[in-house]
């Protein structure tokens, strides 16, 4: 499939945020607080099982909407992140030892839900031999032993683009495979310094080829000085690693210790990127100024599989 050619226009400066905060937040989003019955029976059973959501540690927008509908994402090995990302909320340090048990907890509180699909992320653990990769297969393990019609979705670390790490968790069978690129080329030593954006791309690329019966997933998060079209060569590239679901949403900056927001984009704008998205091959893109990796990801998951199914999109061949 031959793509038309995306006009650049790059800086040679690292940073190219805005000295100025941008207007007050829109109205678009704006959530209302969560607190409903179904939200705080899921906040009682994470206490109680010892268990950590990244709706909570990273202060997502739609958590009472996903928590009422009893959608949750699992972050695993902890709430200490060993990587300091600048537009990111979780903690970062030194982790607390990894808790063999944690995985069987966690289907415990994913069988109690009676969730459908589960999805799993986790901090950077960077202290541990690979990443962490084996607490995610035992997660996967352990929910398909006791639910085997529950779908599970993982978004991992980039594992610094070990190989052997990915396979661990790749063997245990996942039914999307996601690793966020998160923002675009020239902005990645501001954003994410630990991280390495073709690193991310060989990663996803590799997961697909390693398991070419699962969906792969990513995401972009729009406001921190990205251009246009920087985002739109963020999407030909994970199309290029043959991933096939993509998220898009806005930034919200966590505190003043963060990364400023360059800008907003309207909703128009997030529909327009989703058309171009679904032009360039994608299973599904779900773009919106509110969209998270995880949200209604049961929904992503569903349409994607449908489309993967009857669809080549997801071994079309891409030329540069």
């Not at 073709?198 to 251009?227: C, F, N, Q, Y």
């Not at 058309?275 to 360039?280: A, C, E, S, T, V």
């Not at 599989?305 to 030329?319: I, K, M, V």
Request: aromatic share 6%.
């Amino acid at each position: 499939m031959v793509l038309p050619l995306v006009q650049l226009t790059r800086s040679n400066e690292l940073t190219s945020v805005p000295a100025n905060p941008p207007p007050r937040k829109p109205a678009w989003l704006k959530v209302k607080a969560p607190g409903g019955a179904t939200y705080l029976q899921i906040q009682q059973l994470m206490r109680d099982l010892g268990l950590h959501t990244v709706c909570e540690e990273a202060r997502c927008p739609n958590i009472g909407e996903c928590w009422e509908h009893k959608a949750a994402t699992f972050m695993i090995l902890g709430d200490v992140c060993t990587r300091n990302c600048a537009y990111c909320a979780v903690s970062h340090g030194t982790p607390a030892p990894y808790d063999p048990l944690e995985p069987v907890r966690l289907a415990e509180a994913v069988a109690e839900m009676g969730l459908r699909h589960v999805v799993i992320t986790s901090v950077d653990r960077d202290d541990l031999p690979n990443g962490g990769a084996e607490a995610f297969a035992a997660c996967i393990s352990e929910i398909h032993q006791r639910l085997p019609e529950t779908t599970v979705e993982v978004l991992t670390p980039d594992f610094k683009g070990s190989e052997p790490a990915l396979a661990i968790v790749l063997e245990a069978k996942p039914d999307i495979f996601n690793h966020n690129l998160e923002t675009c080329e020239r902005l990645y030593r501001l954003a994410r310094p630990g991280g390495r954006y073709d690193r991310a791309l060989t990663l996803l690329a590799a997961a697909r080829r390693m398991a070419p019966e699962g969906l792969t997933k990513s995401g972009v998060i729009l406001g921190m000085g990205e251009e246009w079209d920087e985002i739109v060569t963020c999407m030909r590239d994970l199309r290029r690693s043959d991933v096939n679901i993509l998220t898009l949403g806005q930034y919200l900056r966590p505190s003043a210790a963060h990364l400023p927001i360059a800008r907003y984009y309207t909703p128009a704008e997030f529909d327009e990127l989703r058309d171009i998205g679904m032009d360039l091959g994608f299973t599904h893109v779900q773009s919106s100024p509110l969209t998270r990796s995880s949200y209604h990801a049961w929904e992503q998951a569903d349409a994607a599989a449908r489309r993967h199914d009857g669809s080549a999109a997801g071994s079309a061949t891409l030329t540069p």
